[in-house]
């Protein structure tokens, strides 16, 4: 009888049917998204240690290996918002599986491969498969909270997702560092392999499957509901733009003036499309979810400058090794987790970001005071400093976007999220490319200090100014008035 039962409510699981809020979000269905969603950040930083290694094995040059940190990231960018707008149309479930049997693929290429070239493809596919897990395990909460009858966002498991989505980014450099010294380059992409045959296997389990998917008869029809030359036109866009930016201290002015003429045609494409994949109307009549997008590549650009940028003056000033120096990191990665938590138990939304962009700034006042001879101590207080700007500006956008989208555009919306990160990112690598182009030192360092600054003051006015976020914080406050919003 009570297997009947146990049965039943399954069943009901699985065909969308509605469920008690204490059963929603159990340990069975959220294990597998924080694997599928840390498999990104992880993936983009653990490569940083192995490019040497790669060089020496494939007989090219160290500077040739690079270009399999760009090639995740080109992916990723496209990607991200691909498979949320997939998910969003043929269910998040089957997106989230799809990208673990991509990784999976991706890792056995990688490990196996005998030239750079096959390298690259692996990055692409390991970059295409790690893009489904965020923007899938967003759609799938957002479903079962709905389902479930809640007034306000899920705020613990929204913060497991953060951490696993994001702020696990500086782990890949020790990570990478142990399994290259241990067992060689090959790793770094071999690792993948088993931890997404146990994600593969949780999700198939104990994630609900997707209701069926109505009205896709044909092809066309397929096309036009996933908006197939929105898609492209997106990817060429952003990929010419990406392109430009990697090029950078040596400008490729092509790569700039195709990315505004494909920027062009995509406006005037999703304008007129049916169901568009990048919708410019939100973006117009949803200004604050703009903000929300510029507010995250800004501060991105601030978090990454220090992960890499920091890292590189360390091993160039100090002779710290890539090890050394990405274990320094390491506890900012630690107490943005322990700053995740309480800000997404308690939904704060305000006083997150304002701390994110205030951190931000009195860090990178602390990074123009630094020098070669600064003790370490001091060093590894600043990063902890950004730890701060890390938690806070994860969690904080993402409630932000909850609020701020309705439940059939979170997959696309987070998928962009994602997309203005890595476009912070790209551009904090453009600027450490431009500044320690010819040299790594003290001054070089204060130049950047100073963009750093720059940038975090105009991310703090911006928020300070945002009267949107203001009464968000009240709505989702006024959901559950126990909570306190700081």
């Known amino acids: 009888m009570q297997k009947t039962r146990n049965r039943a409510r399954a069943d009901r699981s699985q065909s969308g049917g509605p469920i008690g809020g204490g059963d929603a979000f159990s340990w069975r269905f959220v294990t597998p998204m924080f694997i599928g969603s840390a498999l990104n950040p992880i993936n983009s930083s653990m490569i940083a240690t192995a490019l040497l290694a790669i060089a020496s094995a494939t007989h090219v040059s160290v500077g040739s290996t690079s270009v399999l940190v760009s090639a995740l990231y080109l992916a990723c960018a496209v990607a991200q918002p691909t498979c949320g707008k997939l998910a969003e149309v043929f269910g998040p479930r089957r997106v989230f599986l799809t990208g673990?049997?991509?990784?999976?693929?991706?890792?056995?290429?990688?490990?196996?491969?005998?030239?750079?070239?096959?390298?690259?493809?692996?990055?692409?596919l390991i970059g295409i498969g790690t893009s489904a897990g965020y923007p899938s395990a967003m759609l799938l909460i957002r479903r079962r909270a709905e389902r479930a009858g809640l007034t306000e966002p899920p705020g613990g498991v929204l913060g497991g997702l953060q951490i696993a989505a994001t702020v696990t980014a500086a782990l890949g450099l020790p990570l990478g560092g142990v399994l290259v010294g241990a067992w060689g380059w090959r790793t770094v992409f071999f690792v993948n392999v088993p931890v997404a045959l146990v994600a593969l296997l949780m999700a198939a389990l104990w994630i609900p499957r997707d209701t069926r998917v109505e009205g896709t008869r044909s092809v066309r029809e397929i096309a036009s509901r996933i908006d197939v030359t929105g898609i492209v036109g997106f990817g060429a866009t952003v990929t010419a733009l990406l392109v430009f930016l990697f090029s950078l201290p040596h400008p490729d002015w092509v790569a700039l003036g195709l990315a505004v003429i494909l920027a062009v045609g995509l406006v005037v494409w999703e304008l007129r499309a049916r169901h568009p994949f990048f919708d410019v109307r939100l973006f117009t009549s949803n200004l604050a979810l703009t903000r929300t997008y510029l507010r995250m590549a800004l501060l991105s650009l601030c978090v990454y400058t220090v992960l890499y940028g920091i890292s590189q003056w360390l091993e160039a000033g100090r002779g710290i090794s890539s090890q050394g120096a990405g274990l320094l990191l390491l506890p900012m990665s630690g107490l943005s987790a322990i700053v995740v938590r309480p800000i997404s138990r308690h939904n704060l939304l305000r006083g997150p970001l304002i701390a994110a962009a205030v951190s931000s700034l009195v860090a990178s006042v602390g990074v123009l005071l630094l020098t070669t001879s600064t003790p370490m101590i001091w060093m590894v207080a600043i990063t902890l400093i950004f730890g701060i700007t890390l938690g806070t500006m994860a969690i904080g956008n993402q409630t932000a976007l909850y609020t701020q989208v309705k439940a059939n555009q979170i997959g696309t919306a987070s998928g962009l999220l994602r997309t203005f990160a890595y476009i912070g990112s790209i551009g904090s690598s453009s600027i450490i490319s431009i500044v320690f182009h010819k040299s790594v030192t003290d001054h070089d360092l204060h130049v950047i200090a100073i963009i750093m600054i720059a940038v975090s003051a105009l991310a703090l006015v911006m928020t300070l100014a945002d009267r949107r976020i203001r009464t968000q914080a009240r709505a989702v406050m006024a959901s559950n008035p126990t909570k306190t919003q700081i």
Do not use: D, E, K
Not at 107 to 119: D, E, I, S, W, Y
């Open 100 to 124: 673990i049997l991509i990784v999976l693929a991706g890792g056995l290429v990688g490990g196996m491969a005998q030239n750079l070239p096959t390298l690259i493809v692996s990055r692409v």
